[in-house]
C-alpha cells in the first residue's frame, strides 16, 4: 500500500527541483534588476555576490517551511491519503503555471501562486469530504482551513503592493531632492549619511530580522542584540557613516557602487529566506507527513495528520542543496534574463521602444494622475516648485555614448530599491509572513521610478499599462492557481495512481515543449538578419552602415513575396500564416529604425545634416517596401482563409512569372549591398521599365480576360491587388536605389566589416 506513496515522494522530489528551476528563473528579477539596470558593476560580479546571497538565504529559511505546513489548512481535519492528494495537485500545478508566466517573459508571485494552490486544492478535497459525511454542511468547510493565517497571508499580499510603492516613491523622492541627479558632485558628507542609512538598514533587518532563524546563527547573540536595537542602529549608523566617509575621501571608492553590492547580496538573502518555501515547502511537509505515517501502522485513510501542526525544524542538508539549484539555475537560465528585462523596461529612466500597448485604464489613469499634479502644483509656491525642479534637473549625457549602453537608471535609484525591498522582505520573513517578493521588488521599483520622473509624458501611459498587464497577471495567478489546484485534487483524488501517471506525463510534455518553445524564440531573437541601428554622422558612414539593412529587407521581403505567391498557387494556408508572421516582424524592425531617429539626428554635429536627410529617405523607402509587402501578404492569407475560389491557371502562372523576374531583381540588388558595388545599381536601375512593363502588361492581359471571359470577382479583385501592390513594391525599391546611387560617393573607401573588434587593431 505504502508504493503509491513512495511513488508520490519521487515525483515530488522531481517536482521540487523543477520548481526550484523554474520559481528561480521567474523570481531572479527580485534581487537582479536594480543591479542590472544600474550598470554599476559588471555583470559577473552582480552574479557571484547574488549567489551568495541566495545560499545563505536559504539556508536561513528553516522557520517559513512551517506555512506549507498549518498556513492554509488545518492538518488534524486531514488524513494521510488526503493530504499527500492536496500536496501533488498543489507541486503539479505550481510547475505549470509558473512555467508558462515564464515562457511569456511576465514575472508573477510565487507567492501567491503557492498560497492559492494549497488554499484552491485544501477546499476541493474538503468540499469532498462534506459531500460524503451528511452530518456536515458547506459551512463546515471554514474547519478545514486555518482562516485566520490564511486572511492574514493573503490581505499582507496585498497591502504589500501599496506599502512598496508609497515607501519606494517617499524615499526616492527624498534621497533625490537630498542628492539630485549629479550626486557625485554633492558634499561626500551627504553621500556617507544616506551610504550610512541605508547599509545600516539592510544589515540590521537582513542580519537580526532576516536570517534569526537559520541553525547557524547562535541564541544568545540574537537575543542580546534584540534586547537593544536602538543602541545597535545608532552605533550602526554612525560606524557605517564614517567607514563611508573614508572610502570615498581616501580611497576615492563610489560608495553608491559598495551600497548596490551589498542591497544586491542582502535582497538575495531575503529572496530566499523567504522563497525557498513556495519551491521546496510542499515537498517537505509531504515528506514529514510520511514518516510520520509510516512508523504508525494505521490505513492512510484513517491517519489523521495532526503531526504537522508541530513546529519542525528542516534538515540544513536539504536547504543547502536546494541552494545549490537555485544558485546553477541563476547562472544558466536565460529564461530568468528575460522577465529581468520586463521590470528593467518597466522602470528606465530614458524613453525607448516600448514593451507595452496603452488601454483605456492606463490613459485615464494618467489623465487624471496629470491633471492632480497640476493641480497641486498651483497650490504650492513658484519658489519651491522651482527649487524641486532644480534638483530633479537631469545631466547632460555625451552624445559619444550610445542610448543603448546608458544604464536603465542611476546608482541612487538602484541603491533604493535594493534597500526598500530587502527592508520590507526582512521584516516579513521575521513575521513568518510569506510576503511576495515579487510584488514588493516591482512596486518598490515601480514606486521609485515615479519618483524620479521616469514616467514622462511620452512614456507614462506605455509604463501605466505595463505595470497593469504585470499585476493583472499577478491577479490572474491567484483565480488560476485556485481553480487549477482544486481540479487537480479533484482528478487525484478519484483517478489514483492512474491519474497521477497521466498528470505528471503530461507535465513533463509541456515543461519540454515550452523550453523548446523559448529556445527558439531566443535564436530567433539572434537570427543575424535583423536590422542595426545606423551610428555614423556622416552620409558616406551611414551609406555602408544601412547597407546590411537594405541587404536583409530585400532577401527577406523576395521569400515573403514568393511565400505569398506559392501560398495562393497551392492554397496553403499554414504557409500563409507564417508568412504573415514574417512580414509583421519585419516591419517592425523597421519601425523600430524609425522610432531610432531622435537620437541619430540628436547625436550628429552640425556638418552632418545631409545624413539624416539621407536616413530619413532610406528608412521611408523602406517602410513603403513593408507596408506593400504587408498588403500582398495579407490579401493573400484573406483569400485562401475564406475559401474564396482559387486563382486560375493562367492567373498563377503570370504571376509565377513577375515573381521568378522580381526574384532576379531582388537578388541583384542584394548582391550590390552585401558587396558593397554600389556602381551596380545603376545597372539595375536601368531596368526599372522592363520590370514595370512585365507588370502592366499582366494587368493588361487580367483586364482584357474580364471583359471577354466569365471570371471570379473575387479572384479578378485579388489579382487586380497583387499586380498594383507588385507595383507601389517596385517603385519604393527603386526609389531607394536611385537615393543610394545619387548620394554614394565612389571616392570614399568602404568600411571593413569585422566579425571580431580585435582584428580591427
Not at 530580522?209 to 545608532?234: E, R, W, Y
Not at 556622416?538 to 537594405?550: D, P, T
Not at 475559401?643 to 513577375?658: A, D, G, T, Y
Request: charged share 20%; hydrophobic share 50%.
Amino acid at each position: 500500500m505504502g508504493d503509491i506513496y513512495i511513488y508520490m515522494l519521487v515525483a515530488l522530489a522531481f517536482l521540487a527541483v523543477a520548481d526550484l528551476v523554474v520559481g528561480v528563473s521567474n523570481d531572479a528579477v527580485n534581487f537582479l534588476n536594480s543591479a542590472i539596470g544600474s550598470k554599476a558593476v559588471s555583470f559577473k560580479t552582480i552574479m557571484i555576490v547574488a549567489s551568495l546571497g541566495v545560499a545563505l538565504g536559504a539556508l536561513s529559511s528553516s522557520g517559513m517551511m512551517e506555512v506549507a505546513r498549518k498556513g492554509i489548512f488545518n492538518p488534524s481535519e486531514f488524513m494521510f491519503d488526503e493530504i499527500m492528494i492536496v500536496f501533488m495537485a498543489v507541486m503539479i500545478t505550481d510547475i505549470l503555471l509558473l512555467d508558462f508566466f515564464n515562457t511569456l517573459g511576465l514575472p508573477t508571485s510565487t507567492t501567491v501562486s503557492i498560497v492559492f494552490e494549497l488554499l484552491g486544492a485544501s477546499v476541493c478535497v474538503a468540499l469532498i469530504k462534506i459531500a460524503q459525511d451528511d452530518s456536515q454542511t458547506l459551512l463546515d468547510v471554514g474547519n478545514y482551513i486555518n482562516n485566520e493565517k490564511a486572511i492574514e497571508i493573503i490581505l499582507g499580499i496585498l497591502l504589500s503592493v501599496v506599502i512598496a510603492f508609497t515607501v519606494g516613491a517617499i524615499i526616492q523622492f527624498v534621497s533625490r531632492l537630498l542628492l539630485t541627479f549629479n550626486f557625485n558632485d554633492r558634499p561626500k558628507l551627504l553621500g556617507a549619511i544616506f551610504s550610512g542609512f541605508a547599509v545600516t538598514s539592510i544589515m540590521y533587518f537582513i542580519l537580526i530580522k532576516g536570517i534569526k532563524n537559520a541553525s547557524f546563527m547562535n541564541d544568545a547573540f540574537i537575543n542580546s542584540v534584540s534586547s537593544n536595537p536602538i543602541t545597535l542602529l545608532s552605533i550602526s549608523f554612525v560606524a557605517f557613516t564614517i567607514i563611508s566617509m573614508l572610502l570615498m575621501s581616501f580611497f576615492k571608492i563610489n560608495i553608491y557602487k559598495i551600497i548596490i553590492v551589498v542591497g544586491t547580496f542582502a535582497l538575495a538573502v531575503a529572496f530566499a529566506g523567504n522563497d525557498l518555501v513556495n519551491f521546496i515547502g510542499v515537498p517537505i511537509a509531504a515528506y514529514d507527513s510520511y514518516l510520520h505515517w509510516n512508523t504508525s501502522g494505521i490505513l492512510p485513510s484513517d491517519f489523521r495528520m495532526t503531526g504537522l501542526s508541530e513546529a519542525v525544524a528542516t534538515k540544513p542538508i536539504l536547504l543547502l542543496i536546494a541552494g545549490l539549484i537555485m544558485v546553477l539555475t541563476l547562472w544558466f537560465s536565460s529564461k530568468a534574463i528575460a522577465v529581468v528585462k520586463t521590470s528593467v523596461d518597466l522602470s528606465r529612466q530614458d524613453e525607448g521602444k516600448e514593451r507595452f500597448e496603452p488601454n483605456f485604464l492606463s490613459r485615464t489613469i494618467v489623465r487624471y494622475s496629470i491633471a492632480t499634479s497640476d493641480g497641486l502644483n498651483n497650490l504650492l509656491p513658484n519658489s519651491f516648485n522651482t527649487y524641486i525642479n532644480k534638483q530633479f534637473q537631469k545631466p547632460i549625457i555625451s552624445k559619444a555614448i550610445k542610448p543603448e549602453d546608458l544604464p536603465a537608471f542611476d546608482l541612487v535609484r538602484a541603491a533604493v530599491n535594493l534597500m526598500v525591498a530587502s527592508v520590507l522582505i526582512s521584516l516579513a520573513t521575521s513575521m513568518k509572513l510569506p510576503l511576495s517578493t515579487t510584488y514588493v521588488t516591482f512596486m518598490v521599483a515601480m514606486g521609485t521610478s515615479l519618483a524620479d520622473r521616469a514616467w514622462g509624458s511620452e512614456s507614462a501611459v506605455y509604463r501605466v499599462a505595463g505595470v497593469l498587464n504585470v499585476i493583472g497577471g499577478w491577479f490572474f495567478t491567484a483565480i488560476s492557481a485556485f481553480a487549477a489546484a482544486a481540479i487537480m485534487a479533484l482528478i487525484l483524488y478519484y483517478g489514483k495512481g492512474i491519474a497521477l501517471t497521466i498528470l505528471l506525463s503530461l507535465a513533463i510534455v509541456l515543461l519540454f515543449r515550452n523550453y523548446l518553445s523559448h529556445r527558439k524564440k531566443t535564436k530567433e531573437l539572434q537570427v543575424e538578419d535583423s536590422l542595426q541601428k545606423a551610428e555614423s554622422s556622416s552620409i558616406q558612414g551611414v551609406i555602408h552602415e544601412s547597407a546590411n539593412n537594405i541587404a536583409n529587407v530585400v532577401k527577406r521581403g523576395n521569400k515573403i513575396y514568393t511565400n505569398a505567391i506559392n501560398g495562393l498557387a497551392k492554397q496553403d494556408l499554414d504557409l500563409l500564416k507564417k508568412n504573415k508572421k514574417q512580414v509583421t516582424k519585419l516591419s517592425n524592425e523597421v519601425d523600430e529604425l524609425r522610432d531610432n531617429i531622435f537620437y541619430f539626428i540628436k547625436n550628429l554635429d552640425e556638418t552632418s545634416v545631409g545624413a539624416s536627410n539621407f536616413y530619413i529617405h532610406i528608412l521611408g523607402y523602406l517602410q513603403d517596401m513593408t507596408q506593400s509587402l504587408e498588403y500582398i501578404s495579407k490579401v493573400s492569407h484573406k483569400h485562401v482563409s475564406n475559401n474564396h475560389k482559387k486563382l486560375k491557371f493562367n492567373q498563377i502562372k503570370e504571376l509565377k512569372e513577375v515573381d521568378a523576374r522580381f526574384e532576379t531583381f531582388f537578388n541583384n540588388t542584394k548582391n550590390a549591398f552585401d558587396s558593397r558595388s554600389f556602381e551596380e545599381i545603376g545597372t539595375i536601375l536601368g531596368r526599372k521599365q522592363e520590370i514595370l512593363g512585365l507588370v502592366t502588361s499582366k494587368i493588361q492581359k487580367q483586364v482584357d480576360r474580364t471583359r471577354n471571359e466569365e471570371s471570379s470577382p473575387k479572384n479578378t479583385t485579388l489579382y487586380f491587388s497583387l499586380l498594383l501592390e507588385t507595383k507601389d513594391l517596385l517603385n519604393a525599391t527603386m526609389n531607394l536605389l536611385e537615393e543610394y546611387y545619387n548620394s554614394h560617393d565612389a571616392s570614399v573607401k568602404p568600411a571593413k566589416i569585422v566579425s571580431n573588434p580585435e582584428e580591427e587593431e
